[in-house]
């Protein structure tokens, strides 16, 4: 959780670089949320979700 909360504490540094773990967690957290939002659009619950990453699991 830290990894996600550093990515956007640093949103706007261009220098320098994040560790691996910083950035997976910042983008796959961001990712899981937009993927929601565009199920909710669509009238689905998020839930789905769970059932497309346990395949992957």
Known sequence: MNGYFDGWRRFWQFSGRASRGAFLTFFL????SLTV???HDTNRSGWWCVLVIKNFI
């Open 29 to 32: 957290g961001n990712m899981l």
């Open 37 to 39: 939002r565009r199920l």
